[in-house]
């Protein structure tokens, strides 16, 4: 009975049904997809097939090796790639809508993936991965979005923490194939080749899920398609929610999308820049952006360099060890990030990225480092580093670019931030060979400039035109609460009494598998936000 108690006081118990969590699984495919992608790439270029393979003899050495000209195409190109898709996601994902893009995803994938295994040069796995690059970079705005647009305002944050959850594991389980496959086969192509048939495993498996996965209800309203929206509503909800109620859902959304289109008709990029849609986009693109600059794309392109500088015995176990324990700080995200708020933990983990960074960097750089007690200690502040990332920053950066922009322009406000982010990881990509070796040859006192970056995140989270709490509130009561131009810092203390407040105890009683009486109180449709006596708050 205690337990029984104890679960009931947990909103991810009475409101993730096991139709939901089917759903979200489903939709985690992608997300998977995604982390394969980006992790096969960096691990099987330590393969020695792989490298006999697609490289070349080296006169000097006598050895195969690829030229580090090949390596930063190989890299950059993917990177510049994602940043097309990114681009072109806005209007893919507005046209064919959440599940509909989906499929056009996998079909471009999958021509780049039979690419990669097809053509015998690396110029052809180059252009596969080309291909690929542009689908995945569609599919990192479409999965979280689509994520956040099913979700109950009370779990969302920990539904559409499953994104960043599953890419690591994706990441991890490339990582692990390649490792797994270089034991069992050796020097053969085997080594090296599993982990590319594997990859086509889950675009195939998405092609297959996509006909019990519904469209975005919201998507569909925004579309004028209103029996369509019931239709997947109501199948959303089934099980646990009346038909009387799937209707009062449904029509409150109708008129929350009806409210903002009289607001304020927004329809072009350059809408996104405007009045509290700017704000919005200066969100979402700063916690992308910010992400990068604080360490991410640092650890993605050089971590495994850096353990070998310091002496690690076996820095790809290592890198693996880092990953599992970015899922670790994942899995605690997945519960804390409604139950805490986005916000604390993204300072908190901003604060604790700062400072791994720098004692690192103030250890490694110096003292004379190689091998031993110190480079073990330096490999433990990394994966901390790791585990605290994940539990704040990575998790979080997601979940407030999803749910932050507005109905109207969310493919667009979603595209622009993903945008500046690949372009960051290109400029750091780009710029760190020359700040890490010659000619500032800073080596790993290169972390006291990414640490220094982990600071700026806690700021940009405090400061008043920044990022606000939206744990706990539906999509359209965040709509109010930007048009009223409530201060970041006073969300969580606002009540809202317009349509929006009133989806948000709609979507969540719905939600609610314990629950089945239609609610009793009604609550005023005005569109003003009052603050909360700060005595009762």
């Known amino acids: 009975m205690a337990i029984t108690a104890f679960l009931n006081r947990s909103a991810l118990y009475r409101e993730l049904t096991p139709r939901l969590f089917t759903l979200f699984m489903f939709i985690s495919i992608g997300a998977i997809n995604f982390g394969i992608d980006n992790g096969w790439w960096a691990t099987v270029l330590t393969v020695p097939n792989f490298i006999e393979t697609y490289g070349e003899m080296n006169e000097k050495t006598g050895k195969y090796w690829i030229p580090s000209s090949w390596l930063s195409a190989g890299s950059g190109t993917a990177n510049a790639d994602m940043a097309v898709g990114a681009m072109l996601a806005g209007p893919v994902i507005s046209k064919f809508g959440r599940r509909g893009s989906i499929v056009m995803i996998v079909v471009v994938g999958l021509i780049g993936m039979v690419i990669q295994n097809a053509v015998p040069n690396y110029w052809g796995v180059m252009a596969g991965r080309t291909i690929n690059a542009v689908s995945m970079g569609i599919e990192i705005n479409n999965i979280p979005m689509y994520m956040s647009e099913l979700s109950p305002p009370a779990i969302r944050g920990s539904l559409v923490n499953l994104f960043s959850w599953w890419e690591m594991g994706g990441v991890l389980v490339a990582k692990g194939i390649v490792f797994g496959s270089v034991a069992d086969h050796g020097s053969t192509e085997w080594s090296w080749r599993i982990v590319l048939l594997v990859q086509m495993v889950f675009p195939l498996l998405m092609l297959v899920v996509i ?55 927004v329809a072009t990029y350059m809408d996104c ?251 005023p449709m005005t569109i003003s936000c009052t603050e909360v006596d700060e005595k009762k708050a």
Request: hydrophobic share 45%; proline share 4%.
């Open 211 to 265: 006909f019990f996965m519904p469209e975005s209800p919201r998507w569909l309203i925004l579309h004028d398609r209103h029996d369509d929206a019931k239709k997947a509503l109501t199948y959303i909800r089934k099980g646990v929610a009346t038909p009387e109620e799937v209707d009062e859902e449904l029509r409150l959304t109708q008129e929350a999308v009806r409210e903002q289109d009289d607001l304020h008709r």
């Open 273 to 523: 820049f405007k009045g509290s849609n700017g704000r919005r986009t200066m969100i979402a693109t700063g916690v992308q952006v910010l992400q990068q600059l604080s360490g991410n794309a640092f650890m993605l392109s050089y971590s495994v360099i850096f353990l070998q500088q310091v002496g690690v015995t076996d820095p790809l176990a290592s890198s693996m060890a880092r990953t599992a324990m970015a899922i670790g700080g994942s899995c605690f995200a997945f519960v804390l990030a409604d139950k805490v708020g986005r916000r604390p933990l993204m300072i908190v983990s901003a604060i604790g990225m700062w400072i791994g960074l720098w004692v690192t960097a103030g250890v490694s750089g110096f003292t004379h480092v190689n091998g031993g007690p110190i480079a073990q200690f330096l490999l433990a502040l990394l994966l901390i580093w790791s585990f605290l990332g994940n539990l704040g920053w990575a998790s979080c950066v997601w979940i407030v670019t999803a749910e932050v922009p507005t109905l109207q322009l969310r493919e667009k406000t979603i595209s622009i931030a993903s945008t500046f982010s690949f372009i960051t990881v290109l400029l750091v990509s780009y710029i760190n060979p020359y700040v890490q070796n010659e000619p500032s040859n800073l080596q790993v006192k290169v972390g006291f400039i990414y640490g220094s970056f982990s600071l700026v995140p806690t700021f940009f989270v405090y400061r008043y035109y920044f990022v606000p709490e939206c744990a706990n509130r539906s999509l359209e009561e965040l709509d109010e609460l930007f048009q009223d131009k409530v201060p970041a810092w006073k969300f969580k203390t606002h009540v809202c009494h317009g349509i929006g407040a009133r989806l948000t105890e709609v979507q969540d009683h719905n939600a609610n598998s314990g629950v089945h009486a239609v609610l009793k109180s009604k609550i």
